[in-house]
Every structure is written in structure tokens, then in C-alpha cells.
């Protein structure tokens, strides 16, 4: 796969919590019934993500991106746990995003780009949940 089409697959996976933002609104009642199914739902493809990233950045001998990947997962995923403020889903983005250019693995590439995209469906339905409460 060339630069074009990664970016172009990276950018449509993107797209997941604006397809979570648009479930949202054609069933908002759903939302306080499901909250903590979406919840748990985010958390697990996070910890699989994480997991996917450390492994193939492992098998790819990347360790000067693998140990800050980790200690900056982590350190997020106990943010989450603490705060409730829909800004720190933006981060999370970003720390799945960077090892996306750095395994050359078209494999790797897909797997973590349909992670993203199903990550951002429970991301987008809690974040309109949350902006609605505001």
C-alpha cells in the first residue's frame, strides 16, 4: 500500500466516532441504557489496541517507539478511569495514530485501522452523551 492509501484507510477509520455521533442521534434512548455497555465496549478494544500496537512494534524491533507507547497508553488509560472530560478521546486518537507510520506491515495497517473505526462508535455515541449533558 502506498502513502496515499494509508493515509486515505487511516482517515476512515477515523470517521468511526462520527458514525458513533450519528447512531446516537437516531437512537438517543438508548444512551442511558447503554452507557456502561459502551463504556466497557471502548475499554476493551483500547486494552486489544494496545496490545496489537505492542506487538507488532515489538516484532518490528521498533523499542524507541514501543516503551513510550506504553507508558503513554497506560498513563491514558488511567486518565479515563479519573476523568470524565470528553477532550482526553482526542488523545487517545493520537497515541493510535503515530505507530500507524512507523510498522510497515499492511496487515498491521488494517487491523488497527477497523480497531479505530469501532473504537470511535462507542467513543462518538458517549461523547454526544456527554456534550448533551453540557
Same mark, same amino acid.
Given at each position: $500500500? #502506498? /502513502?496515499? #492509501?494509508?493515509? /486515505?484507510? +487511516?482517515? !476512515?477509520?477515523?470517521?468511526?466516532?462520527?458514525?458513533?455521533?450519528?447512531?446516537?442521534?437516531?437512537?438517543?434512548?438508548?444512551? *442511558?441504557? =447503554?452507557?456502561?455497555?459502551?463504556?466497557?465496549?471502548?475499554?476493551?478494544?483500547?486494552?486489544?489496541?494496545? !496490545?496489537? @500496537?505492542?506487538?507488532?512494534?515489538?516484532?518490528? *524491533? #521498533?523499542?524507541?517507539? /514501543?516503551?513510550?507507547?506504553?507508558?503513554?497508553?497506560? @498513563? +491514558?488509560?488511567?486518565?479515563?478511569?479519573?476523568?470524565? *472530560?470528553?477532550?482526553?478521546?482526542?488523545?487517545?486518537?493520537?497515541?493510535?495514530?503515530?505507530?500507524?507510520?512507523?510498522? $510497515?506491515?499492511?496487515?498491521?495497517?488494517?487491523?488497527?485501522?477497523? +480497531?479505530?473505526?469501532?473504537? =470511535?462508535?462507542?467513543?462518538?455515541?458517549?461523547?454526544?452523551?456527554?456534550? *448533551? #449533558? @453540557?
Amino acid at each position: $500500500m #502506498n /502513502l496515499l #492509501n494509508q493515509v /486515505l484507510v +487511516l482517515l !476512515f477509520s477515523l470517521t468511526g466516532t462520527i458514525f458513533g455521533l450519528i447512531l446516537a442521534l437516531i437512537a438517543p434512548e438508548e444512551l *442511558k441504557a =447503554g452507557k456502561k455497555y459502551f463504556i466497557l465496549l471502548k475499554r476493551t478494544i483500547f486494552a486489544i489496541i494496545f !496490545f496489537l @500496537v505492542n506487538y507488532y512494534l515489538y516484532l518490528a *524491533k #521498533n523499542y524507541y517507539l /514501543l516503551i513510550p507507547f506504553t507508558i503513554l497508553a497506560i @498513563v +491514558l488509560f488511567i486518565i479515563e478511569f479519573v476523568q470524565k *472530560k470528553p477532550i482526553y478521546e482526542l488523545f487517545n486518537y493520537l497515541i493510535f495514530v503515530i505507530p500507524y507510520f512507523f510498522v $510497515m506491515d499492511n496487515q498491521f495497517h488494517l487491523l488497527l485501522a477497523g +480497531l479505530i473505526f469501532i473504537y =470511535g462508535l462507542p467513543t462518538g455515541t458517549l461523547l454526544r452523551k456527554a456534550f *448533551k #449533558n @453540557v
